[in-house]
């Protein structure tokens, strides 16, 4: 069984490159209160001059940026925010490796995608498929990502790596 | 492609499982802080799991250190309880921070694979270890299981070449190399350096390793030399046995070489620590406060060219200087070797060992407009205070150079 769906629909919200884990999600919103790491994120978007809060309450939205995404600390509050606010995938040039860890850990998929920011602006809806390999943009165009390592899309297919660890605890 | 030392310590260490890039390796020590634990402990509890091995972990309290809000009190608490329920080893209490900690005692080394629930844990690769940060998930799965899943990475060879010139040290090494890669310039890269002359000093080292993080790198790693060696030997004595046992030549993807003798004083700009330029490009940058400490500038060798400018000097008006040693162990021997002393004659402020203003945790936090020149490896927008806040980053020496003259100036000038 796959927790893995086959495509995730959702509204593009575009950031840049080099985007670090304190601008975010502010360490001063470090916090077992979920919350707390929800306004965390809502902060973050204001200081990266989004003011996406709105969007906050929906499902399905999809982040795309560019470069390094999630540079710096690896407090994986800035993780869970994205989770919390209901952010199913993000699709980026390339992403800081703790955060790409994390990403999947959490069970939210980081797809790479060479200049994926060129194409989408914010706001946009986007169509990932996730069997096929690629992400549809509102007037159809598709990009390709690159193919998840085995590894990464495993922990994605169990949810993340704490029910990964359950099954291979259990030898599935 | 040349995966180098870091390649054969994960190679060396994997247990036969596979899947896709990533090895699945036994990992020989964890680090933990208060904060990344705390995140951890609900799923931990879910899980009804226990610690693999209590001896192969190392808790700090060292971000909420002391906790100054009732949640933070609170967060300090179920860590401090965590560590007695499962007995874990070694805990330390506002004893200054993790990468400081960790590289003090008697646990990792050469050869070893390292994990930390902190992006820094880079630092103790200056031992010779693969040492490198994770997320507290995966953190969660090392301490149930004793293992990770490694994926070895394309290693690059950094050649250290020619002697360091006076008043520039292994920040300025540090800053050099991020200035030349540019954020994110070695994303999932291994770094490995070689002291071609063996100049270069542990403090130094533990600098150079902490910060590769911020060009994107997965570690840093010194080949272990006889300043490595004479290292481990006045910590743990004669006979300790590390795994370290390479013959011949690593093979690397890429090479640099740094000749040291053509460096100067750095700076790295607002917003980035990869905007790095030469400090006397920004002279005369006014500046508020003064930051000198934090897991890559707070250590024995820091406080002691802190002590070096500021001894008969005064801190300028208007500028507030704030030293906190990165350990209490740095601490005590600041004290013994009179460099508290002289920063706070000279009107510094000692804080406690702890992570404090370099997190913008607390003690020190940046009020909006204004300017802060510190030793730490962030300079990220609001990482330090108020998101209108400015932070450059510097060596020890121009820093407390910068606290003297109430703006940014080469240390050089000073002497």
Redesign the interface.
């Given at each position: 069984m796959t927790l893995l769906p086959a495509t995730i629909a959702g509204t593009a919200w575009k950031l840049g490159d080099?985007v670090?884990t304190?601008?975010l999600h502010?360490?001063?919103y470090?916090?077992?209160?979920e919350g707390r790491v929800k306004e965390g994120l809502r902060e973050g978007m204001q200081?990266l001059g989004k003011n996406l809060s709105n969007n906050l309450s929906g499902n399905g939205l999809v982040i795309v940026a560019g470069?390094?995404f999630g540079?710096?600390?690896?407090?994986?509050?800035s993780?869970?925010s994205l989770r919390l606010c209901g952010v199913r995938a993000i699709v980026a040039q390339?992403f800081?490796?703790?955060?790409y860890?994390?990403l999947a850990?959490?069970g939210i998929p980081p797809l790479e995608c060479t200049g994926i920011q060129d194409w989408v602006k914010n706001g946009d809806p986007v169509l990932i498929s996730l069997a096929d390999g690629f992400i549809e943009l509102g007037d159809k165009r598709r990009c390709a990502f690159s193919p998840l390592?085995?590894?990464?899309?495993?922990i994605l297919e169990c949810g993340?790596?704490?029910p990964y660890?359950?099954r291979?605890q259990d030898g599935v | 492609m040349g995966k180098g030392l870091s390649g054969e310590i994960i190679e060396r260490h994997a247990d036969g499982k596979q899947?896709?890039?990533?090895l699945r390796v036994t990992v020989d020590f964890v680090l933990l802080h208060d904060?990344?634990c705390?995140?951890l402990l609900?799923?931990l509890k879910e899980?009804e799991a226990t610690v693999w091995d209590r001896d192969k972990v190392l808790v700090t309290v060292d971000h909420f250190a002391p906790p100054s809000t009732v949640?933070r009190a609170n967060?300090v608490k179920d860590v401090l309880s965590f560590v007695e329920r499962e007995e874990i080893a070694n805990c330390k209490t506002y004893e200054g921070i993790c990468h400081q900690l960790l590289v003090e005692g008697p646990w990792v080394g050469p050869g070893m694979v390292v994990l930390g629930?902190?992006?820094h844990t880079t630092t103790a690769g200056a031992l010779g270890c693969l040492a490198t940060?994770?997320?507290?998930?995966?953190i969660?799965?090392t301490l149930?299981?004793g293992r990770t899943?490694l994926?070895p990475s394309e290693a690059i060879r950094v050649d250290l070449t020619g002697d360091l010139p006076p008043y520039v040290t292994g920040k300025d090494i540090a800053l050099e190399l991020l200035g030349g890669a540019g954020?994110?310039g070695f994303?999932?890269k291994a770094l490995e350096f070689y002291d071609r002359h063996e100049t270069i000093i542990m403090d130094d080292r533990f600098t150079i390793c902490n910060m590769v993080v911020?060009g994107?790198a997965?570690n840093g790693l010194f080949h272990p030399d006889a300043i490595t060696w004479s290292y481990l030997k006045e910590r743990d004595g004669n006979g300790r046995q590390f795994p370290w046992s390479f013959h011949g030549e690593a093979r690397y993807g890429e090479a640099i070489e740094i000749d040291l003798s053509y460096l100067r004083p750095k700076l790295a700009l607002p917003h980035?620590p990869a905007r790095v330029v030469d400090v006397k490009e920004q002279r005369g940058i006014k500046i508020h406060q003064v930051f000198i400490g934090s897991c890559t500038g707070g250590r024995l060798r820091d406080l002691e060219a802190t002590a070096h400018i500021l001894r008969g000097e005064k801190v300028a008006p208007g500028v507030r200087l704030l030293v906190a040693p990165a350990s209490q162990r740095i601490y005590q021997e600041a004290i013994e070797r009179g460099y508290i002393q002289t920063i706070l004659k000279a009107g510094g402020v000692v804080l406690n060992s702890s992570c404090g203003p370099c997190?913008?945790?607390d003690k020190g936090i940046l009020g909006a407009g204004e300017q802060c020149l510190s030793t730490s490896n962030?300079n990220?927008?609001?990482?330090m205070g108020d998101?209108s806040s400015l932070v450059y980053l510097a060596s020890p020496l121009t820093a407390a150079a910068t606290a003297v003259r109430g703006e940014i100036i080469d240390p050089r000038e000073v002497l």
């Open positions: 080099h670090n304190d601008i502010p360490s001063s470090f916090s077992l209160d200081r470069e390094n540079c710096g600390s690896s407090r994986e509050t993780v869970r390339s800081a490796r703790i955060f860890r994390s850990n959490l390592d085995p590894h990464i899309e495993r993340g790596l704490i660890l359950r291979e | 899947e896709g890039g990533f904060p990344t705390a995140l609900g799923d899980l949640e967060i629930a902190d992006s940060g994770m997320g507290s998930t995966d969660l799965y149930v299981t899943w994926r954020e994110g994303l999932y911020e994107g997965k980035s997190g913008g945790i962030r990220f927008q609001g990482r998101p």
